[in-house]
Nanobody
């Protein structure tokens, strides 16, 4: 079993920056990918960014490319999301997620691929 705990988040004005962190514990050797998803009220959960734990390939949603940066440290299995030039449409609950060795793969943007989830942290961007 894997536990994911997010930290960071908060409220910021448009154009500002925030940094989210995620710490993994438990059976971390089973994590193949780690990612960030967000969900706004009334909307589906969407993939924001992801990183492969082996090789470090990074993936970004088009809406955040050039503004967000994902990083991970396999030494202590932490993952960060640096969010710059934030926009009101970035508002939502952000979730840290992990892909284990079992389960079906639907691509990194699909929440169904991820079997491990954190509790979520709120990000609010005001205009």
């Amino acid at each position: 079993q894997v536990q994911l705990v997010e930290s960071g988040g908060g409220s910021v004005e448009a154009g500002g920056s925030l940094r989210l962190s995620c710490a993994a514990s438990g059976a971390i050797i089973d994590i193949l990918y780690m990612g960030w998803f967000r969900q706004a009220p009334g909307k589906e959960r969407e993939g924001v960014a992801a990183v492969a734990t082996k090789g470090g390939t990074m993936y970004y949603a088009d809406s955040v490319k050039g503004r967000f940066s994902i990083s991970r440290d396999n030494g202590d299995y932490t993952m960060d999301l640096q969010m710059n030039s934030l926009k009101p449409e970035d508002t939502g609950t952000y979730y840290c997620a992990g892909v284990g060795r079992t389960g079906e793969w639907f691509g990194w943007k699909d929440a169904r691929s991820f079997g491990y989830w954190g509790q979520g942290t709120q990000v609010t961007v005001s205009s």
